[in-house]
C-alpha cells in the first residue's frame, strides 16, 4: 500500500498501533474513504457516518461500489434512496412524469455535489418530461441566476439536493423572484431540511414544500425517548451559548441526522461487542499498515454487528437496523414531511416493502388547501361571450375593469357563488388573444403551445379560466378542469319552415300529373268502350215513345255524349238518369264504378295526408334527414371544437357522411356564431353548434328552431392549472350548487328571461291542432266552376252565380223543354223544369250528391259544379281525417309544464332516489317545487323499483319521472311507451375512486379520449339496441313522410 499521497492515513496507521478493535469515520467524505482504505487493508471494521453518495451501504464488492466488506454505513444507500424518491413523486400526485404536451416546463434538478445525481437514477429513468439541471454554485458572487434560469425555463416541479446550510438562501432567493406560488412545489433530498426554522422568513403557504427523512419531528418540550444519553447529547450539541452561530435557522431541539446516525452506529458497534464478548474473550492487538492482514476477529466483530435485528432489543434513533444480503441497510421508514403554517407536518413514509404511504387523509389535504385558499385573490381569464360573460364597465381607455363587479354573466353569478362559499376574492381579465385555447405549435424543446386561456393556463397568467370552456381530450391533458358546471352536445340550428300559401290549383296535387293523365285516358277508354258495347246490345235499344208501342223509332241513350256523361257522373259520384240495362253495359259501368271509388278514396285519403303534413312538415327532423339530403347546406364554426369532432368521427357513419360533404365545400364553414345565426335566417342552411347557444338563440329569434336530438355529450367546465389545489373545491361547490338548483335557475334568467324583448312561444307547450280549410287551398276549385275566371268568394257565392247560370242556360237550351203530358204529343205546352227554384234546388241536390240535367249545356256546367263539390267533399273529408288524426296523436302532457298544471294524471318517481331528493331539495324552481307539494301529500305515487313505475305507466294515467338514460332504455323495448318534454335537469355519471385517488386524472383522461373517438357513443348506441328483436317495434320517428 502506497499511502505517501493519503495524509489521513499517517494517524490512523498510528492508532492502529495502538491496538483498536473498530474505527468510527470522519464526517468528511474524502478523508472517510482513505481511512476506509487502511481499515480494509487491516481487516479493521470501520463504521461510516458520512452519507456517500457512490454507495452508502454495507460493502460486498459490488461493482461501482467504493465500500469494502469491512465498512459499515447505517445511512440509506443511494439506489434505495433514489427509489423513495421516484414513489414519492408518483404518490403526491401534482408531479407529472409522463409526458404532458406542454402542461409544464418538466422538471429540474438543483445539486450541490454532481455525485449526489446518482440518488435520482430511478427518477430520470422514469420521467418522460423534460429534465433541466442545475449547479448551486455562485456566480458573479450571487446565487440568483440559478433560479433566474429555472423561472425563464418555466419548470415548477424542482427537486433541491444542497447541504442544509443553503436551504434558507435557497428559499430566500425562491421567494424573492416570486417562484413560491400555489404552483411551485420543491423536494428538497438532504436529510435534515424538517429542521430549518422558516417562520423567521414569514413566507405564506403556498408553494408545496416537502422533504423525505429519516427521523422524526419533535415539537417544543417533546423528547426522543430513547435514552438519557440522547438528551445530554442533544443539549451538548445545542449548546446556546458556545454553538448557536453554527446552528442559526435550525430548529434547536431536533438532532441532526449525522449525529443520530452516528449514534445509532456506536449503538450497534457496542451490541457487537457485547455478543463478542459473551462468545469468546477479547484481545486487542496493535496493528501495522505495513504488514499484512493480521486481525482475524475483525471479521468477527463485523458479523455479529450485521447480525443484529429489529428482535435484537435495542432502542435507536434512526429506526430498526437490519441489513440485506449486499449489507446494505433495510426494512427502514422514511418520513415524509410537507411545509404548513405551522412548519413541516408529517405527509407519509416509505418503506421498502410497501413503498409510499400517505397518512396525511383526503379530507384534511382539502381542509388545509382551503384555508389557504381564504382571503386568497385568484386571477380569473375570460373571454366576453354573452350570456356567460358580458363586460358592464370600462376603465377611460376603454379597457374592462379587473373588479367582478364590472362583469356580468352566467359564469360571473356562478363565480360569485363559488367565492362565497370558499371566502377568496377574484380579479377578471381578458384573455389576450380573445381565443378558447387551441394548440398552435411547438417551442424549442419540442413541447406544445396553447394559445387562448388554455395557454395563460399553462403559463401560469391565470389561476381560473371561467367561460363557456368545453372539456376535451387535449386540453384534459395540459391543464385540470372541475367538474362540469353544464352539460350539453352538439345540435342542430334550423330556419322554422314558413308555411306557404297553396298555389291555384293545388287540390290538385294529390295526384301526380301522369295519374291525373292516366285518368282521363281510361275515362274516354270506358266511355267509348261503353258506347260501342251499348251499340251492339239490343237492351239498350229502347221505344222513345212508350205510348206509341207500334213506332218503328229505336233510341239508344248510350250516346257518345251519353257515354261520356254517364262516366263523368261516375266518376263525381253523382249518377244520372241513364242506367245500364244490358249485361254488358252493366259489366262495363261496374268496373269503372269500382275504378271510381278507388281513384276518389285514394284521392281523399291522400289529401288528407297533405293537409296533414302542411301542418307538420320540416324538411328536416333529425340528423340522418340532414345527412341524407342534398338541397340544404350544413356546417359549423371553422377550427372551433365542433369542427374537430365531426373531423375526427371515425366510429359513426353518419358523422363520416357529413365530414366528407363539409370537407368538399369549405364555404358551409363560418369563422363567427353570429354569421352561422345570419346564414340560418337566409334559409337553406344548417348551423351545427352546441346545444346551449342553440337554445340561446333559439329564444331570442322566433324564427330559428333546434332540430332533432343532442348529438354528443360533453360538458363545459372551469380551467384550472395542471396540479392546482383548487380543483376538488371548486368541483365540490358547483355539485353542491347544482344539487340545490342554484345553477339552474341562474340558467334560465340568462337564457329564458335576460335580454329578451319578445318571448316566442315554445312549440313544445303548444297543443298541435289542426286548422280549417283554407280558401287558398281550394280556390283553383272555383277557377274550374266558373270556367277559367278567377273568384275569389265564398261557396254561397258560387253557389248562387252557378244556380242562376244553370236556370239561365235552361231557358235558352230547347232539350230542356219538354211536354208534361207524353201521352199527348200534340199538346202546345211545354215545360222546363230548371226554374229558378228547381236551379237553386238543383244545385243544392248537386251538394247532396243527388239528381243530374239532361242538355249538354246544362250537364257542362252541372258537371263543372260537380267537380267543384267533388273537391269540396273530399277536402272537408280529408280536413275531418286530420282533425281525427291529430286528435288521435294528441299527448294529453308535452311538457312538465302540462304534467303540474293537471290533476287528472298522477306522477311519481323512486322512493328515496336522486330523482326523489332532487324534487324533494327544489327551492328555487316553482314548477319543481308544485311537483314536489304534490307528490310528498300522495305517498302513493313512488314506486320502490323502476321496473314498478314502468308497470304502473303502462296501467295508463301515470307519469314516471326517471333519468333520461333509463328512459330512452325503456322506451326503445316498450312501444306503447314514449319520453314526454325535454330533460328536467343536467347531471353525469362517473366513474367513483377513494379520495385523493391517485388514478383520476389517468381514467378521466381516457373517458375524455373515448368520448372524442366516438367509442363510448358506439358503445351506447350499441348496448342500447342489445336485446332487441327484429321483430320488435321501433319507436316511431318523428319525422312526417310526404305523401308521394
Request: proline content about 5%; overall charge positive; glycine content about 6%.
Amino acid at each position: 500500500w502506497n499511502l505517501r499521497f493519503a495524509p489521513i492515513s499517517t494517524p490512523a496507521c498510528q492508532l492502529m498501533q495502538q491496538g483498536v478493535l473498530a474505527v468510527v469515520g470522519p464526517p468528511s467524505p474524502v478523508a472517510s474513504q482513505q481511512v476506509r482504505s487502511v481499515c480494509e487493508h487491516l481487516a479493521v471494521p470501520f463504521i461510516e457516518t458520512a452519507w456517500h453518495h457512490r454507495g452508502g451501504g454495507g460493502g460486498g464488492g459490488l461493482e461501482g461500489d467504493n465500500e469494502g466488506p469491512y465498512s459499515v454505513n447505517l445511512n440509506p444507500d443511494y439506489r434505495t434512496f433514489g427509489r423513495a424518491i421516484l414513489d414519492y413523486v408518483r404518490a403526491i400526485g401534482d408531479w407529472d412524469l409522463a409526458k404532458n404536451e406542454g402542461s409544464h416546463g418538466g422538471v429540474a434538478i438543483v445539486y450541490k455535489d454532481p455525485d449526489t445525481l446518482l440518488k435520482f437514477e430511478p427518477l430520470l429513468n422514469a420521467v418522460q418530461v423534460p429534465v433541466l439541471l442545475r449547479q448551486w454554485r455562485r456566480q458573479a458572487g450571487t446565487f440568483q441566476y440559478v433560479m433566474k434560469e429555472l423561472r425563464s425555463a418555466k419548470v415548477y416541479k424542482i427537486l433541491v439536493d444542497i447541504p442544509t446550510s443553503e436551504i434558507l438562501r435557497f428559499v430566500s432567493i425562491a421567494k424573492l423572484m416570486n417562484m413560491t406560488t400555489t404552483y411551485h412545489s420543491y423536494i428538497f433530498t438532504s436529510w435534515d431540511a424538517q429542521r430549518i426554522d422558516l417562520s423567521k422568513y414569514q413566507l405564506i403557504k403556498s408553494a408545496n414544500m416537502s422533504t423525505l427523512s429519516l427521523m422524526p419531528i419533535l415539537r417544543s418540550n417533546e423528547r426522543y425517548n430513547v435514552s438519557q444519553r440522547v438528551e445530554n447529547m442533544r443539549e451538548e450539541i445545542f449548546n446556546v451559548q458556545s454553538r448557536r452561530g453554527n446552528y442559526s435557522g435550525n430548529l434547536t431541539n431536533m438532532l441532526p441526522t449525522q449525529a443520530a446516525t452516528l449514534f445509532d452506529s456506536l449503538i450497534l458497534l457496542a451490541h457487537g461487542l457485547e455478543r463478542m464478548a459473551n462468545a469468546r474473550s477479547i484481545q486487542v492487538q496493535p496493528l501495522k499498515c505495513s504488514a499484512p492482514r493480521q486481525n482475524a476477529r475483525g471479521a468477527t466483530l463485523l458479523n455479529y454487528m450485521r447480525s443484529m435485528t429489529s428482535e435484537s432489543g435495542f432502542a435507536t434513533l434512526t429506526g430498526p437496523v437490519e441489513f440485506d444480503a449486499q449489507w446494505r441497510r433495510s426494512n427502514f421508514t422514511l418520513v415524509a414531511y410537507e411545509l404548513t403554517r405551522a412548519g413541516f407536518n408529517q405527509l407519509g413514509t416509505w418503506t421498502q416493502a410497501d413503498g409510499f404511504k400517505m397518512t396525511k387523509t383526503y379530507s384534511e389535504t382539502q381542509q388545509e388547501y382551503q384555508r389557504n385558499l381564504r382571503n386568497k385573490t385568484l386571477r380569473v381569464t375570460t373571454i366576453a361571450d354573452p350570456p356567460f360573460v358580458e363586460i358592464r364597465r370600462r376603465d377611460k381607455n376603454g379597457r374592462p375593469l379587473p373588479h367582478p363587479s364590472a362583469w356580468d354573466g352566467f359564469c360571473i353569478e356562478m363565480l360569485n357563488l363559488i367565492a362565497d362559499h370558499l371566502k377568496f376574492n377574484y380579479t377578471v381579465q381578458l384573455v389576450k388573444d380573445n381565443n378558447y385555447g387551441a394548440a398552435n405549435g411547438t417551442d424549442s424543446q419540442g413541447r406544445d403551445t396553447w394559445n387562448g386561456m388554455i395557454g395563460e393556463l399553462i403559463n401560469h397568467e391565470a389561476d381560473l379560466a371561467v367561460a363557456s370552456l368545453t372539456i376535451t381530450y387535449e386540453r384534459e391533458k395540459v391543464i385540470d378542469f372541475t367538474t362540469p358546471f353544464m352539460s350539453l352536445g352538439l345540435s342542430i340550428l334550423f330556419k322554422k319552415p314558413a308555411k306557404k300559401k297553396p298555389h291555384l290549383f293545388s287540390f290538385l296535387q294529390p295526384l301526380s300529373v301522369h295519374v291525373w293523365g292516366y285518368m282521363l285516358v281510361a275515362y274516354i277508354t270506358v266511355s267509348f268502350v261503353l258506347f260501342v258495347v251499348a251499340r251492339f246490345s239490343p237492351y239498350e235499344w229502347r221505344n222513345p215513345h212508350p205510348c206509341n208501342p207500334d213506332t218503328e223509332v229505336l233510341e239508344n241513350q248510350f250516346s257518345l255524349i251519353n257515354s261520356l256523361w254517364f262516366n263523368i257522373g261516375s266518376l263525381m259520384q253523382q249518377g244520372s238518369e241513364i242506367s245500364p240495362r244490358a249485361l254488358s253495359t252493366r259489366l262495363v259501368s261496374g268496373i269503372w264504378w269500382f275504378f271510381t271509388l278507388i281513384m276518389i278514396s285514394s284521392y281523399t285519403a291522400n289529401l288528407a295526408a297533405f293537409l296533414t303534413v302542411e301542418r307538420m312538415q320540416s324538411p328536416i327532423e333529425s340528423v340522418e334527414d340532414l345527412a341524407g339530403q342534398n338541397k340544404i347546406k350544413y356546417g359549423t364554426l371553422s377550427g372551433g371544437s365542433t369542427y374537430q369532432f365531426f373531423k375526427l368521427s371515425k366510429g359513426i357513419d353518419v358523422f363520416k357522411r357529413m365530414w366528407d360533404y363539409m370537407s368538399k365545400r369549405p364555404d358551409v364553414f363560418v369563422n363567427k356564431t353570429e354569421e352561422g345565426i345570419a346564414r340560418v335566417k337566409r334559409g337553406d342552411y344548417a348551423f351545427i353548434l352546441e346545444s346551449t347557444w342553440n337554445e340561446y338563440y333559439t329564444q331570442r329569434n322566433c324564427d330559428l328552431m333546434r332540430v332533432g336530438g343532442l348529438l354528443d355529450s360533453k360538458g363545459y367546465g372551469i380551467g384550472l392549472p395542471s396540479g392546482s389545489p383548487y380543483r376538488d373545491m371548486i368541483s365540490e361547490s358547483i355539485l353542491m350548487f347544482q344539487k340545490s338548483q342554484d345553477l339552474e335557475n341562474l340558467r334560465r334568467r340568462w337564457w329564458r328571461q335576460k335580454n329578451i324583448t319578445v318571448r316566442c312561444e315554445d312549440p313544445k307547450d303548444k297543443k298541435a291542432e289542426p286548422s280549417g280549410l283554407s280558401f287558398d287551398q281550394v280556390a283553383g276549385i272555383y277557377v274550374v266552376l266558373i270556367g277559367g275566371m278567377l273568384v275569389w268568394g265564398y261557396m254561397l257565392v258560387a253557389y248562387i252565380t252557378v244556380s242562376f247560370v244553370l236556370f239561365v242556360v235552361a231557358r235558352f237550351s230547347p232539350y230542356e223543354w219538354r211536354n208534361p203530358h207524353p201521352c199527348n204529343p200534340d199538346t202546345e205546352v211545354l215545360e222546363n223544369q230548371f226554374s229558378l227554384i228547381n236551379s237553386l234546388w238543383f244545385n243544392i241536390g248537386s251538394l247532396m250528391q243527388q239528381d243530374l240535367p239532361r242538355a249538354l249545356s246544362t250537364r257542362l256546367v252541372s258537371g263543372i259544379w260537380w267537380f267543384f263539390t267533388l273537391i269540396m267533399i273530399s277536402s272537408y273529408t280529408a280536413n275531418l281525417a286530420a282533425f281525427l288524426t291529430v286528435e288521435r296523436m294528441q299527448s294529453p302532457i308535452e311538457s312538465v309544464e302540462d304534467l303540474a298544471g293537471q290533476n287528472k294524471i298522477k306522477y311519481g318517481t323512486l322512493s328515496g332516489g336522486s330523482t326523489y331528493q332532487f324534487f324533494k331539495l327544489s327551492k328555487g324552481i316553482d314548477v319543481f317545487k308544485r311537483m314536489w307539494d304534490y307528490m310528498s301529500k300522495r305517498p302513493d305515487v313512488f314506486v320502490n323499483k323502476t321496473e314498478e313505475g314502468i308497470a304502473r305507466v303502462k296501467r295508463g294515467d301515470y307519469a314516471f319521472i326517471l333519468e333520461s338514460t333509463w328512459n330512452e332504455y325503456y322506451t326503445q323495448r316498450n312501444c306503447d311507451l314514449m319520453r314526454v318534454g325535454g330533460l328536467l335537469d343536467s347531471k353525469g355519471y362517473g366513474i367513483g375512486l377513494p379520495s385523493g385517488s391517485p388514478y383520476r386524472d389517468m381514467i378521466s383522461e381516457s373517458i375524455l379520449m373515448f368520448q372524442k373517438s366516438q367509442d363510448l357513443e358506439n358503445l351506447r348506441r350499441r348496448c342500447g339496441a342489445r336485446r332487441i328483436s327484429l321483430l320488435d317495434a321501433r319507436i316511431p320517428r318523428t319525422k312526417k313522410q310526404r305523401p308521394s
